[in-house]
């Protein structure tokens, strides 16, 4: 596995260094685009909008544009930016990772201490684990300011980014009704309906099915075959009232 960041993880005093690997493996099928009329592939150019001709990559560079003029941005500038957090993952403080809301989350990341038999990197994972706390920190990763949590998955430190507070869209313009009432009847086969379907967490049992459909579709087609198409039929609730709906998803569940 090929690192894509080096640096360390500054917790208090201690400096731990570390390589990160993606821990995310991308599952989407690697789909080409053609043209419809030959199935030719179809290629993006990088092109110079004033000579309209192709720009050579190693010739690109980033700009950002200030009274109409471009002021170009080097390696260098972003580094300058902000240099320790090019190369350090600082701790700033720990929470509670229950605390963190899932619609922070963003991709996560393994790492490994850089020096075998590393006392700091094992001390680090022991005390989250057993103050059951996620550090807290910022770091830069290709150009952009990140914030993360780190915390413990078996022998390995885990760092997953997450967003920004200012990068949560309001929910004002939702126009959500907030005085709706439920009766206590329907709460309380509703919380039933809840426990009857709740089970230990076993995320391995769940597989990207849909994939492994449209592949039997593009072999189907590659035989010369025309697909099945399974026409999605709605379940239909029995009843109007949402107090027999329960019911009768209750009564569904313990008949499966």
Known sequence: MRSIWTGSIGFGLVSIPIKLFSAVQETRLDLDMLDSRDHAHIKFQRVNENTKKEVPYDKIVKGYKCDDEYV????????????????????????????????????????????????????????????????????????????????????????????????????????????????????????????????PMDLTKYKDEYHGELLKIIEQKAKGKRPTIKKLKPKAAKSDDLYDQLMNSLTAKKGA
């Open 72 to 199: 170009i941005i080097e390696d260098a500038d972003f580094e300058a930016a902000a240099p320790e957090k090019s190369k350090v993952i600082e701790i700033e403080n720990f929470v509670d990772i229950a605390a963190v809301n899932p619609m922070y989350y963003e991709t996560s990341y393994y790492t490994a201490p850089a020096t075998k038999k590393n006392k700091a990197y094992a001390l680090l994972i022991a005390a989250l684990k057993k103050s059951g706390k996620a550090g807290l920190a910022r770091f830069v990763l290709r150009s952009t300011e990140s914030l993360c949590v780190i915390y413990p998955v078996d022998h390995a430190l885990v760092v997953t980014r997450i967003r920004f507070a200012q990068q949560i869209s309001e929910r004002d313009e939702l126009d959500l009704d907030e005085k709706v009432e439920v009766s206590k009847k329907e709460l309380d086969m509703g919380l039933a309906l809840i426990n009857q379907y709740t089970e």
